[in-house]
């Protein structure tokens, strides 16, 4: 069950980070705004696909954990991070059926101001949902 539930926090995060340090600046410094909104909208779309799934595993698994040894035993940690995990799980969301789907609207439309502007909003919502991945994994570290 641990090692599901890392495998899946792992892909999740390290996508995020992928896409915000990697693969969005690359494609901001060497495509037009069209090429690189479409880029970016099909990118996202495959990796929100894993996210989804990082989200099944990442739940059933924490609840599996949580419920072996009893929500009252399990460290403050334990805690802190199912907390922190579904405030990521509604942000995601919100993401996904909010500007994400404007995006790939705007994309379909060839608008790529409003492209773009959604792109960002992505971008600053998954900035967000890093910081909270990372303070979730410290929470489990230092609450023991």
Known sequence: MK???VLAAI????GIGFMLFALRPAATAT???????????????RFFTLVWVTIVILLLTGLAMLMAVGMKNAPAGWHAMLGIGLVMFALFGHL??????????AVGKTDWAEGTRRA???ATLATVNLGLGVLAIAAVYFLV
């Open 11 to 14: 892909a999740w995060l390290g």
């Open 120 to 122: 960002g909003q992505i």
């Open 96 to 105: 996904y059926f909010g500007p994400f789907r404007r995006l790939q609207l």
């Open 31 to 45: 495509l037009s705004p069209p090429e690189r909104l479409m880029l970016t909208a099909q990118a996202l779309k």
């Open 3 to 5: 090692f599901l539930h």
